[in-house]
């Protein structure tokens, strides 16, 4: 079947979903594919922070109110290690920004139920003729008829697995992978904290973050190649406990309904256009979670997207759309640089991924030194607020 629509969106996760929201708002119409089911893309975990700027453009665009009743409003995060606990407060180093737990996986449903047109469990996506003004999306839907749309326009924004990026003709990719990863749980427990806690322990990095007053969300480091069925119930509290315990503060254990372990990398491809395609989100970077990041990046990029694609195709005009990628690109990096750097600041880094074990001794003590600066130094605490609070939208 053939058909036509001014922009094809790959992908159903927050970047796609909302670009689609933006472009219809200002009346260009798009046609989403995703491969999974709509069920699958509304329960998938992932993200919870939504910064100053995200939580302000959603509800700019009129998806914010559930948000507005359900979020989490908070005024910063603790950081500890060493046997202490601090307590960084954003409002007043960052002129009063705050940050609100919301769940991506919230974001996502009420984007869907915006009741834009999407296929669900589609296979087969491809994009062809991304050099001409009428680049193809093809795909089999969920009933087993071919598609092939004509665009004006494809946004790639199929997450780190998806087809786009390989669909790019020319890329610098500039990578590094972690030597750990993070095991994430969601606990049917109130939360045992007012404010999220990032620990750097001898035992390896944990977190404590939430979801509702009766949800918790918690996260523990553990070894890339770790597998989640060696993690019972009881070895993960027991490392939470051991990792986020602090004198006269006690964590709530509940029973867990979901686990899964993340790979951590830092990924970032260059150019984010190709002619008439272009990238956003997870498709064209990934940063690892320790600085809260990947979503917000991905819907700063959809802002910029929507406002070039609709000056290209109400307005007729290139500028914006030319300049995309290195406007994106320069958040882009802001991220990867703070999330690189959240990451090293709090992990444990096994002795195996040093040639001397002494370098991770020094290691270590870069560590605490810096821990020990950002909560005592002013100036350093403003630099990891405003970073972690987020930079306003284009
Ligand atoms: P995705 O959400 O990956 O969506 C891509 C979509 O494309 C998917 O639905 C996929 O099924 C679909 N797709 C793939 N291939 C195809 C195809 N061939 N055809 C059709 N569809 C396809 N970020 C934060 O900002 N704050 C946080 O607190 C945070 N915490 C995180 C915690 C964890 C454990 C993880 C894993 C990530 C976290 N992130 C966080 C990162 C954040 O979840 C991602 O950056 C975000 O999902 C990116 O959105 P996206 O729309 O670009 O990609
Ligand atoms: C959450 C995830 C993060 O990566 C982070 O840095 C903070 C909170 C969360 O899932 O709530």
């Given at each position: ?6 922009v ?11 670009l689609?929201h933006?472009?219809?708002?200002h ?10 089911s ?18 302000e ?6 998806l ?13 995060i ?15 180093l ?23 047109p ?5 296979s ?8 001409t ?53 969601l606990?049917t ?8 806690i990032?620990?750097?322990?001898p035992?390896?990095?944990?977190m ?17 190649d ?26 709530n254990?509940g ?8 790979p951590?990398?830092?990924?970032v ?5 190709s ?5 956003a ?29 609709v000056r290209?195709?109400?307005?007729g ?27 090293s600041?709090?992990?444990?880094f ?7 074990p ?21 100036a350093?605490?403003?630099?990891l607020?405003?970073?972690y ?6």
């Amino acid at each position: 079947m053939r058909t036509r629509t001014q922009v094809g969106i790959i992908g159903a996760g927050p970047a796609g979903l909302l670009l689609q929201h933006m472009l219809a708002r200002h009346g260009v119409d798009s046609v989403l594919v995703e491969n999974r089911s709509r069920e699958y893309c509304e329960k998938r975990q992932r993200a919870g922070v939504l910064e100053h700027g995200t939580v302000e453009l959603l509800k700019e665009i009129g998806l914010g109110d559930r948000m507005m009743r359900e979020g989490l409003l908070h005024s910063g995060i603790y950081l500890q290690f060493a046997g202490e606990r601090h307590h960084l407060d954003f409002p007043s180093l960052t002129g009063g920004r705050t940050l609100t737990v919301y769940a991506q996986t919230e974001v996502v449903k009420d984007a869907i139920a915006a009741g834009h047109p999407i296929f669900f469990e589609v296979s087969d996506t491809a994009v062809r003729d991304i050099d001409t003004e009428r680049p193809v999306l093809s795909f089999t839907d969920a009933d087993g008829v071919a598609h092939e749309v004509e665009c004006d326009a494809i946004a790639g924004c199929d997450g780190f697995h998806g087809v786009s990026r390989p669909s790019m003709p020319s890329l610098r990719v500039s990578e590094r992978t972690y030597p750990f990863g993070w095991l994430g749980i969601l606990a049917t427990v109130p939360p045992s904290t007012d404010e999220l806690i990032y620990a750097h322990s001898p035992h390896g990095f944990a977190m404590h973050s939430m979801r509702s007053p009766e949800v918790s969300r918690l996260y523990i480091q553990v070894d890339p190649d770790e597998k989640i069925d060696d993690w019972s119930d009881a070895r993960i509290w027991e490392q939470l406990q051991i990792r986020l315990g602090h004198p006269g503060w006690t964590l709530n254990e509940g029973p867990i309904t979901e686990k899964g372990i993340t790979p951590m990398r830092s990924f970032v491809a260059e150019p984010m256009r190709s002619g008439r395609l272009f990238l956003a989100g997870d498709a064209a970077h990934i940063v690892p979670p320790t600085g809260a990041k990947g979503l917000n990046l991905a819907v700063a990029d959809v802002k910029v997207l929507a406002d070039a694609l609709v000056r290209l195709l109400v307005e007729g005009k290139s500028d914006l759309a030319d300049a995309y990628s290195e406007t994106c690109l320069t958040r882009v990096w802001r991220s990867t640089w703070f999330s690189w750097y959240m990451t090293s600041m709090l992990h444990r880094f096994p002795v195996s991924s040093f040639s001397d074990p002494a370098e991770a001794d020094f290691q270590e003590h870069l560590q605490i030194a810096q821990l020990r600066q950002v909560t005592s130094s002013e100036a350093a605490a403003r630099n990891l607020a405003e970073n972690y609070a987020g930079w306003p939208l284009p």
